[in-house]
């Protein structure tokens, strides 16, 4: 018996498509296990902790990043400002693995940022944070997250105008001070000795008014300082100094004199109301 040999060619080709499909199905589950175990695309999460919208001479604000699977490879923070660069943190990771947790999932840090120290003026400048996975995703660049915030940045203290304030002032008595700042406050308020005295908004007086209200302790012996303060937005603090007369109130004192024979008359009249 013959075998036609076209059978076997039309047989090869039924099996043909079927082989295809496997294929292509081994390479899409390949390509899955890839991007689950070490291609995977979730970007790191950084967050700022902390009022970075103005700075001052100093601050300092706290970082967070994370990346719940391939976990972090580098981060950096960068202080710029019309092309000049001030790295303020940078930190790498070494490889544990191809896995996930090659690096560490959760990183915090304490950023101090000192732009006077280092070089940089008042005015606008920019703050950005960079945080890169060890994800072989990207060309085995790794999934790069970058957060970049726009800050003002403001070494100079307010100015402080006192405007009103009390001449005199006694012990246990009371009074307002009344003061301009030259620009937006943020702490502010009247500082007598050790006390301190919250400022408020006065809008009807004028933009940048502001006043407070003191009350001095009854028994107050001497003012030894007095003065208000005020901090602007960057947490540059300005003091401005003012004078009061105190008046130190005379305690009034008096004696009576009580028999022993006044007592004893009086006492069994308490017993009767008060047994105990």
Known sequence: MKLDPFAKVKKNRSALPALILGGVGLFALALATFFWLVGEMEKPQVVLEGESSHLGLSKQLSLKASDAKSGLSS?????????????????????????????????????????????????????????????LWNWFRGNVTVQSS?????????????????????????????????????????????????????????????????????????????FVVAADQAGNEAKAPF???LHVRKIVSDKIAVSDAFLSA???EFATYYPS
């Open 75 to 135: 981060i950096e923070v960068a202080l710029i400002q019309e092309g000049k660069k001030a790295v303020l943190l940078e930190k790498t990771y070494p490889r544990a693995g191809y896995f996930s947790g090659a690096g560490p999932h959760k990183i915090e840090e304490t950023i101090e940022i000192t732009p006077k120290a280092l070089g940089f003026k008042d005015g606008a400048a920019e703050l950005v944070v960079k945080a890169v996975d060890f994800s």
């Open 243 to 245: 004078t009061m007369d």
């Open 266 to 268: 009086k006492l069994p």
């Open 150 to 226: 726009a800050v003002t940045i403001d070494t100079k203290p307010p100015v402080i105008s006192v405007m009103e304030s009390p001449k005199y002032i006694k012990g246990g008595g009371a009074g307002v001070v009344v003061y301009r700042v030259s620009e937006p406050a943020g702490k502010h308020g009247v500082m007598v000795n050790d006390i301190f005295y919250p400022g408020f908004v006065m809008p009807k007086r004028g933009a940048g008014i502001y006043g407070a209200c003191m009350g001095l302790p009854h028994d107050i012996a001497k003012i030894e300082t007095a």
